[in-house]
């Protein structure tokens, strides 16, 4: 499948750089030029400050990967534990900075309507997994969180979730 196998990455998700939008493809010689004449006529150039940096980390790669994963997956760790605790469902997640969980567990049963009262309610945010959906009463309780912050971050927003527990 080498001949038509196209692999996509970018320093947003490699190095977790989200915003730099510099990013990569790998893939046989005819199917890399199809993906840079559409490049070409999709932007002139995109992000060139980054682009020396991009270059300098994917040379270091090897030690600057590890580190970043073992952070991004305590964080990870840490906040599904935390959100168990809570009385949250929550699913096992690899290869994101998201968690899923239920919010069913906790007696609710529209998470769109939990994600817009959490922000009031207990100073955290979560996007209900209907978001990404073409049909909005797929996933009805899910809700996504973002782990890719600091540790003390995720401590706090797991300490305001706690007022939604149920007794």
Not at 30 to 56: D, H, S
Not at 87 to 116: H, Q, S
Request: aromatic share 8%; with cysteine; charged share 20%.
């Amino acid at each position: 499948m080498a001949d038509r196998t196209v692999s996509i990455s970018s320093a947003g998700k490699t190095f977790s750089v989200t915003g730099w939008k510099i990013g990569w493809v790998c893939a046989a010689e005819p199917l890399t030029t199809a993906v840079r004449t559409v490049k070409q006529f999709l932007t002139y150039v995109n992000g060139a400050p980054f682009q020396p940096a991009v270059a300098q980390a994917l040379d270091r790669a090897d030690d600057l990967v590890p580190p970043l994963l073992a952070r991004l997956r305590d964080g990870r760790d840490r906040l599904s534990a935390g959100l168990a605790e809570v009385g949250f469902e929550v699913f096992p997640t690899a290869g994101t900075y998201f968690v899923t969980a239920d919010v069913a567990p906790l007696g609710e049963t529209d998470a769109a309507d939990v994600c817009r009262r959490l922000p009031h309610e207990v100073g955290v945010v979560a996007i209900p997994a209907s978001a990404f959906y073409a049909d909005p009463t797929t996933a009805p309780t899910l809700v996504r969180f973002a782990f890719c912050k600091r540790p003390e971050v995720l401590d706090e927003a797991v300490r305001r979730l706690r007022a939604l527990a149920r007794p």
